[in-house]
């Protein structure tokens, strides 16, 4: 249930961007440099009973003293972007359930647009993903300008044998390992005939820095959020992602 912070807050016209809980917690990371960069506000959350709660310092420079919540919705100033910020993993045996909420949560927001981020596993990647670009795109009954511009970026599409069109009934996500709540999510878009495209970073699980900030710069090139001569402005809570011995008490 998306529990707003103003009677005012709108959804309606805006795009979209939302992370998967998935290996290397590479698609928050990458939340976390837009939210972070964009200066976006918390607009509400979406209250889960499918999620492990959690409560924590805030996780973003400009918002001190806010404390984040297992599923956090962000806007900017001009309502042009709405970014989800998921902090725990659906609870065992929910991942469906969990999906579903998003896909209700999607209906309902009337969104011009929506972007799922994810990752997968690439040590289980096919052999045709081994070379090439380690950023793959997937598209849900989407043939628009975006799925356009994806050719464009040479952002290939997930999986081999596979034309990305939005008459495909078959989509190929058992190319997608580890990809948290992805799968059943784009299935649903899929039998709601939603459009939705998916940008999945193939990465091994360790120092996911990079990767983040390469899945971000593909979702910047793909939606053209931020000026490209722009640099991402990492949150100062990333100065602990490999430090965790060394982090303050008040994170827990």
Wanted: aromatic share 6%.
């Amino acid at each position: 249930m998306f529990v707003k912070s103003a009677d005012t807050v709108s959804t309606s016209g805006s795009t979209l961007i939302l992370p998967s809980v998935s290996i290397g917690n590479v698609p928050q990371l990458s939340v976390d440099l837009l939210i972070n960069t964009l200066e976006a506000t918390r607009v509400g959350i979406i209250h889960s009973p499918y999620l492990v709660p959690i409560s924590g310092t805030s996780g973003f420079d400009h918002l001190p003293d806010q404390r984040l919540v297992p599923l956090e919705v962000y806007q900017t100033r001009d309502a042009k972007w709405t970014i989800v910020q998921q902090r725990s993993p659906p609870l065992a045996k929910h991942h469906r359930d969990f999906a579903r909420e998003l896909m209700d949560f999607i209906e309902l927001g009337s969104f011009s647009c929506v972007i799922v981020l994810t990752s997968s596993d690439a040590a289980l990647r096919g052999d045709a993903m081994i070379d090439g670009p380690q950023i793959r795109s997937l598209t849900v009954n989407c043939e628009d300008v975006l799925a356009n511009k994806l050719r464009e970026l040479s952002l290939s599409p997930l999986g081999s044998g596979y034309a990305q069109t939005s008459n495909d009934n078959v989509l190929p996500l058992k190319q997608l390992h580890a990809a948290g709540v992805a799968k059943p999510l784009l299935k649903l878009c899929q039998a709601s005939k939603f459009p939705v495209i998916a940008l999945v970073a193939l990465v091994f699980e360790g120092d996911n820095v990079h990767d983040a900030i390469n899945l971000a710069n593909a979702t910047n090139s793909l939606l053209d959020i931020v000026p490209t001569t722009q640099k991402w402005r990492p949150p100062q809570s990333w100065q602990w992602l490999m430090a965790a011995n060394n982090a303050p008490s008040e994170m827990f």
